[in-house]
């Protein structure tokens, strides 16, 4: 989906989906030492509908 990188030395944190795993752990975020946070499309709608509205900007 997305890669949130400039230009890191140890590899970018990213967003994507992963179509081969169970429904509850489809959304995968990566930071940039490798560590994954694993999520349901239903629990990243929350987030992504925040951020759409703006509401994350401050951060």
Same mark, same amino acid.
């Given at each position: 989906?997305?890669?949130?990188? *400039?230009?890191?030395? #140890?590899?970018?944190?990213?967003?994507?989906?992963?179509? =081969?795993?169970? /429904?509850?752990?489809?959304?995968?975020?990566?930071?940039?030492? *490798?560590?994954?946070? #694993?999520?349901?499309?239903?629990?990243?709608?929350?987030? =992504?509908?925040? /951020?759409?509205?703006?509401?994350?900007?401050?951060?």
């Amino acid at each position: 989906m997305a890669v949130f990188c *400039g230009s890191c030395d #140890r590899g970018c944190p990213a967003l994507y989906v992963d179509e =081969a795993a169970r /429904a509850g752990q489809r959304v995968v975020l990566t930071e940039d030492f *490798g560590q994954r946070v #694993r999520m349901s499309a239903e629990q990243f709608r929350s987030p =992504a509908e925040e /951020a759409k509205a703006g509401r994350l900007d401050h951060v």
